[in-house]
């Protein structure tokens, strides 16, 4: 088995199992490529990323260029002679950096490709309703999520699974199916498998804050995965009384309740239910406008909603 010199390119915490398990199993991690350094906070302090926290730890080199085309930066990137490159969670990449390395340049993605090809697949699976996703990992090419797949594994979605729930087993799994993935082309043990593309495919566009507003003219069961599928972030949204309030949990009433799509009923201490189109929606946990994410019993406890 050759030790391959790899060079791995992530930025948020989806990737750091990824990279760690590389660690762990003596991967020989050449460099790391991730997002430049951003102010966070209220002091707008400048923040680094947590794959880049990981690899200062490990005394391992980190690149962070803010064009990615730039000449010095391809310069350095080439200076590193890797074999192979590990993409997991990180921007779209030109051509001339997927194509350096001899054995390629392989994706992790948090879907069973070509379902749910984009920027949101965890949350576009539980949206709608799936009850199975997965893992995947894919050499690139030059349109986004189409290269050859080299290896899947499938997860299940529970009925109250939530994008954090989720998150976190696919982010597991798909460590485990990088660090397999870098030992196949190691040992030169894989065939690769064209993308299905006689189905028909599901997109994961990016989200956001505009299109996570609640519809209540929908069936329950959709507006009951449309708000697991955007918890903990971004977060569904709805307005009662002309206060925004962020919904996290929810559960489905099999009632009607005689309200119209989008009326409430509350008894002011203990419950919030909202009309669906069909049934009512109980508010377990949600964020006022104004407030921290609470219970609603806690919220109601010493405010009114009426």
């Known amino acids: 088995m050759q030790n391959l010199k790899v060079i791995f390119m992530g930025t948020p915490e989806f990737a750091v199992a990824s990279l760690e398990i590389l660690i762990h199993n003596k991967v020989d991690v050449v ?10 906070g209220r002091g707008r302090k400048l923040g680094t990323s947590p794959v880049k926290d990981v690899a200062v730890a490990y005394s391992i080199p980190v690149l962070q260029p803010t064009n990615l085309k730039s000449p010095i930066f391809i310069e350095e990137l080439e200076s590193y002679q890797a074999d192979l490159q590990i993409v997991v969670a990180f921007r779209m990449l030109p051509a001339i950096v997927w194509d350096m390395p001899k054995r390629g340049t392989f994706n992790l993605h948090a879907s069973l490709l070509p379902q749910y090809r984009g920027a949101a697949p965890i949350n576009w699976a539980i ?5 199975e996703t997965g893992v995947t990992t894919f050499f690139l090419k030059q349109e986004i999520d189409t290269g050859n797949i080299i290896f899947q594994e499938k997860e299940p979605i529970h009925i109250n699974d939530n994008v954090g729930s989720l998150y976190e087993r696919l982010m597991q799994k798909g460590a485990l199916l990088v660090l397999k993935t870098v030992q196949s082309i190691e040992d030169e043990d894989y065939t690769v498998t064209k993308q299905n593309l006689e189905a028909e495919i599901k997109h994961a566009p990016k989200i956001f804050k505009e299109t996570c507003e609640i519809n209540w003219q929908q069936p329950a069961k959709k507006v009951y995965d449309f708000i697991r599928g955007l918890s903990p972030y971004p977060a569904a949204w709805t307005v009662i009384k002309d206060k925004t309030y962020k919904i996290y949990q929810t559960e489905v009433i099999d009632r009607n309740g005689n309200l119209k799509p989008g009326e409430f009923e509350t008894d002011e201490k203990t419950y919030l239910h909202i009309k669906s189109e069909d049934k009512l929606i109980n508010i377990i946990e949600f964020q006022p406008q104004g407030k921290k994410r609470m219970k609603v019993g806690d919220f109601l406890r010493g405010n009114k909603i009426n």
């Open 31 to 40: 460099a790391v490529i991730t997002a430049p350094d951003k102010p966070k």
């Open 127 to 131: 949206i709608n309703g799936e009850k």
